[in-house]
């Protein structure tokens, strides 16, 4: 009796465990779980478009901000200061392009009368010729209406000369040098007056502030994160054994930690595309002799359907995933 005792007991526990082990390839082919989840979401790393002193700040730690609404103000004074300079320089090239157009029509009348001159002279000449070829007029003469001739032929390469270093600018304004790289700066210095009042991006809320009235800040340096709104969502890093049935679309349970006994849902949204550990600073090195195969992790995101409840970065989570 005893022995039929063992037996059944024997068989009793086999059958358990095939029972068991039954169930758990029913529920393994029906759900996917992992306590291995964290809260992300969308941060904004807030950085200044220029560099100098912060002379106010708007926000506070861990207040909800909407698109738009100010953060912070960095002196204005120096930027200002450059916008007069560039607008002093631009009325400086403008004035040089005026000269410019000046001394075009400048050498241009000079052109026209040295031509002028310079025909009457060769007119001169000529008829001079004639009078001493009869000997009505001395040599003397002659050579010195050949010497005039020749002085204003050179005036008129001259005043040739001139017209063409002067149209070496370009004849419209807008299209000078000069003219072009002031209106650049003025309109730089008018951007970054602009940038020196710096706005929200995203509606969200401000996390890890330490700026304060005075502080320096270098331009693209990040000073605080802006939690973006409604974007939150969950990292869950699954085995790669575990991933087989796992795709976009799926219907997901959540369990948050910080919500005990409260029940969430999301959707799978994307797949990652690397396990955690590809591109961490120090990636493990697989080609040496000690190596130990290890089963990677990776990450799922979930997005989550609109809740009320507050949720943190970094929080735990548990997600079931509903393969079938």
């Keep these: 009796m005893k022995f039929f005792n063992a037996k059944t007991l024997t068989a009793m526990a ?27 979401a969308d941060v904004v790393n807030v950085a200044s478009q220029v560099a ?27 930027y200002r200061i450059a916008l007069s300079h560039a607008q002093a320089d631009l ?11 000046s001394e075009i029509e400048l050498a241009r009348a000079q052109i026209e009368q040295s031509e002028s001159d310079l025909a009457n002279a060769k007119s001169i000449a000529a008829r001079d010729r004639r009078l001493v070829a009869r000997h009505f007029l001395s040599q003397q003469a002659l050579d010195d209406a050949d010497t005039r001739m020749k002085s204003l032929q050179a005036a008129v390469d001259e005043a040739h000369a001139r017209l063409k270093s002067a149209h070496s600018a370009p004849e419209k304004t807008a299209e000078r040098g000069d003219v ?54 969950v990292d869950a890093n699954f085995k790669e054994t575990e991933l ?27 797949l990652g595309g690397s396990t955690g ?3 961490s600073l120090l990636p493990p090195q697989n080609a040496t002799g000690n190596w130990v ?32």
């Design 293 to 324: 195969k290890i089963t990677q992790r990776v990450p799922v995101r979930i997005r989550l359907s609109p809740t009320d409840r507050a949720l943190r970065i970094g929080a735990t989570a548990t997600v079931t995933v509903h393969i079938k």
């Design 180 to 233: 072009m790289k002031a209106e650049a700066a003025i309109s730089q210095a008018n951007l970054d007056i602009e940038n020196t009042h710096v706005l929200a991006a995203q509606d969200g809320q401000i996390s890890n502030l330490t700026l304060v009235a005075g502080s320096m800040v270098d331009i693209g340096a990040p000073l605080f994160a802006l939690i973006e709104k409604n974007s939150f969502h």
């Design 91 to 101: 009325a400086q090239a403008l004035q040089n392009a005026r000269r410019d157009h």
């Design 52 to 78: 100098g002193r912060v002379i106010k700040v708007y926000v506070q730690e861990n207040q909800f901000v909407k698109k738009g609404d100010a953060l912070f103000d960095v002196d204005p004074e120096p």
């Design 244 to 270: 087989p049935g796992i795709r976009a679309g799926q219907q997901v349970d959540i369990e948050f930690d910080m919500y005990p006994g409260q029940h969430f849902t999301g959707t799978v949204e994307s």
């Design 277 to 279: 550990t590809a591109f």
């Design 14 to 40: 086999a059958l358990a465990l095939l029972l068991g082990w039954f169930a758990y390839q029913r529920y393994y082919d029906a759900y996917r779980s992992t306590e291995n989840a964290y809260i992300e």
